[in-house]
């Protein structure tokens, strides 16, 4: 009786009407979500290692409170998506949202995002093909979604996570050059311009040539499902340099709101596009933990059990956020308590509103995140 009656749960579930065609997923790598839902940290800014400038940051990014912080930090989260959407993962508030896989970085975070499910062999950033796949890679075997389907990375791992080979999915990432046919004028000039800059980090470009490539592409092939993973803000983070986080953060949101600027502004898509923004993992909650993220197993593998103190991993480094915006999701505003939301719920998620039933996609995949759609 309870197998039928999860079958029936199952077909209500696929057979669910949404309005929008397509769907965007924006990551963004290692921002927590302290500086999310409070603003810059005030630790963190008063902090002779990690900080410069920091009289420039709280003249940019200051406020009396922390809702005036973090909408001077993230505007468009603190606009259009709180306004016409939903932010969760505000841990102040008891909204929870965190990751399951067991290693806390971000080849693990990705492939948790995109398969729906933790897998343990996946205990590295090496960029190996990824075994598993991606909910990108099973659309792209829909015969209405084939060739629709599009990925752009700051970092060249992307085409390793989505196993770029074995899924045929365009994929460009890390330092490659735009390469589709009839590129645009602004296109190719993107491309002169990532040459002729220094490499600031091994295979990841800034990112706004990801998002400059990305919306090049958008305008020309309009697909319907698009992937734009930004890096920045990880990078900056590792280096020390929380002034650079911040600004990156920002930049960051810009991109969103351009992002979501151009989709209106775009026939097919207005009106018509469901965004959900999330990211890989979280990071440390102390000052001097910031700049790192890892569980315990994750930290002795790589450090041997005698030389590091957080035995149980760096507290903070499996919370997350994420934010949705679109005709077909609720708006909730800013989330206060409500059920825990996981990193394996974003592919059941996107296969849910493109209209796909996620249990043809993976049936152990986590399950859709129901209390953020509007019912049909």
Do not use: C
């Not at 460009?172 to 004028?185: C, F, I, K, T, V």
Request: glycine content about 6%; hydrophobic content about 40%; cysteine-free.
């Amino acid at each position: 009786m309870k197998a039928f009656l999860i079958t029936l749960l199952a077909m209500a579930i696929s057979t669910a009407s949404y309005a929008a065609d397509n769907l965007v997923l924006v990551t963004i790598d290692g921002l927590r979500w302290q500086e999310v839902f409070n603003g810059y940290d005030p630790e963190l800014i008063d902090h002779e290692k990690y900080t410069e400038n920091k009289q420039q940051l709280i003249e940019r990014f200051g406020g009396k409170s922390v809702e005036e912080k973090r909408k001077q930090l993230l505007p468009f989260l603190w606009s259009t998506v709180e306004k016409k959407g939903t932010l969760a993962g505000n841990r102040h508030k008891n909204s929870l949202a965190n990751i399951t896989n067991g290693w806390w970085f971000s080849y693990p975070g990705y492939n948790e995002i995109l398969t729906g499910r933790a897998d343990p062999t996946i205990n590295s950033n090496d960029p190996v093909p990824n075994s598993n796949i991606t909910f990108l890679e099973w659309l792209n075997r829909n015969p209405h979604f084939k060739d629709h389907v599009a990925v752009f990375g700051s970092w060249g791992a992307f085409s390793a996570i989505i196993n770029r080979e074995r899924s045929g999915v365009f994929i460009n990432a890390g330092l490659e050059a735009a390469d589709w046919p009839r590129l645009s004028q602004r296109a190719r000039f993107l491309n002169e311009l990532q040459e002729q800059l220094p490499v600031f980090w091994p295979d990841v470009r800034p990112d706004a040539f990801t998002w400059g490539l990305a919306k090049e592409y958008l305008i020309q092939k309009k697909p319907r499902v698009l992937y734009i993973a930004l890096g920045e803000t990880d990078d900056f983070a590792h280096d020390e340099q929380y002034h650079q986080y911040l600004d990156s953060a920002h930049r960051s949101d810009a991109i969103l709101a351009d992002l979501w600027e151009t989709l209106q502004s775009i026939e097919g898509y207005r009106d018509n596009t469901n965004l959900i923004i999330t990211v890989d993992h979280g990071r440390g909650n102390a000052a001097e933990a910031w700049p790192h993220h890892a569980s315990g197993p994750a930290l002795t593998q790589y450090f041997g059990k005698a030389d590091h103190p957080h035995k149980d991993g760096i507290p903070g480094s499996d919370e997350i956020w994420l934010a949705t915006l679109g005709p077909d999701f609720k708006r909730f505003g800013e989330l206060s308590s409500g059920p825990t939301l996981y990193q394996n719920q974003v592919a059941a998620t996107a296969l849910q509103l493109l209209e796909l039933n996620p249990m043809d996609f993976h049936r152990e995949a986590g399950p859709v995140m129901a209390s953020l759609l509007k019912e049909k």
